[in-house]
């Protein structure tokens, strides 16, 4: 009897977790994915990119930070506050896709926060 509630438990914080997962990665679509590809690839998303995908995001933001902290950081305060001295992307990827506007006013800190542990969690 223990066995199956014990079981039946972590069934149960496993799929909280799951549809936690699933809720953030549909709030990166919504909020970011007009511009940025997240979330599942399709091929109408890659030719219709309009800034870096977020693996290359999240890839930059690994590269120049060591804390988890200050990465989360860098992608909150350029989703509100993005200037061409802050990019960490190259020269090429602002003559491609111009430099990202303000997210100021569409979507709070917490949202991003979120979004920004989702794009450094997923393993690719
Ligand atoms: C309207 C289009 C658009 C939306 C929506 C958008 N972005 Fe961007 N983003 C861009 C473009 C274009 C770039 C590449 C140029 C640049 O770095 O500014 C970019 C670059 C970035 C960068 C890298 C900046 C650098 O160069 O170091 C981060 C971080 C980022 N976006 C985060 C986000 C997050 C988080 C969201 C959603 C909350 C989001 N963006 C939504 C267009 C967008």
Do not use: Q
Request: glycine share 4%.
């Amino acid at each position: 009897m223990k066995k199956i509630v014990g079981l039946s438990l972590m069934l149960g914080v496993f799929s909280i977790v799951c549809a936690s997962d699933a809720a953030v990665e549909a709030l990166a679509v919504a909020k970011c994915g007009e511009c940025h590809l997240m979330g599942e690839i399709t091929k109408e998303k890659l030719s219709s990119m309009k800034a870096p995908p977020y693996w290359a995001i999240a890839k930059k933001a690994r590269e120049k930070y060591e804390k988890e902290e200050d990465k989360i950081k860098y992608i909150v305060d350029y989703a509100f506050s993005p200037t061409e001295d802050k990019m960490l992307f190259p020269r090429e990827t602002k003559e491609k896709f111009g430099v990202m506007p303000s997210l100021k006013g569409k979507v709070t800190e917490e949202e991003i926060r979120m979004i920004s542990t989702y794009i450094l969690e997923k393993k690719f």
